[in-house]
């Protein structure tokens, strides 16, 4: 890869870059769908639970890590089905690995909420 050097409009245009990767994600990944739903309801969640400063930092590091996990597992699995459309059984094996990476995210994140979520319900009852 050629490094032309650092100029404004390159670092704008990976941008644009990034965020359109961004919108591929939310467009055509249902796993994607799902991570932003259950987002949207911790984020609804918390609003009403009153989150502190540094449980909102503890739950957008969560979901900030399940979705750019879910990216990276989706950028795997599109390289991976171009590269081999056939069965292979190393690309399904990096397919599953890449696959777990998001699952663990995603028991983390599950921990995390559960850890704030269950004391602000139990104070409610």
């Known amino acids: 890869m050629k490094n032309d ?8 245009r990976s941008f644009k870059y990034a965020f359109n ?3 591929l994600l939310i467009a055509h990944e249902p796993n ?3 991570h932003c739903v259950a987002a949207a309801c911790v984020l609804i969640a918390g609003s009403l639970l009153g989150l502190s400063r540094m ?10 890590m399940v979705l750019a996990a ?7 699995e599109a390289l991976a ?3 081999s459309p056939g ?7 990096t397919k599953d690995l890449a696959a777990g990476a998001v699952l663990l995210t995603a028991i ?18």
């Open 32 to 34: 994607a769908w799902i």
């Open 87 to 93: 069965y292979d059984e190393a690309i399904k094996r």
């Open 108 to 125: 983390a994140a599950a921990a995390v909420g559960l850890l704030i979520f269950i004391p602000k319900i139990m104070n409610l009852l």
């Open 55 to 64: 449980e909102w930092v503890a739950i957008a590091i969560v979901i900030g």
């Open 81 to 83: 089905d171009r590269v």
């Open 5 to 12: 050097g650092f100029t404004l409009r390159k670092r704008l």
């Open 21 to 23: 990767g961004i919108k």
């Open 70 to 76: 879910e990216a990276v597992n989706s950028a795997i």
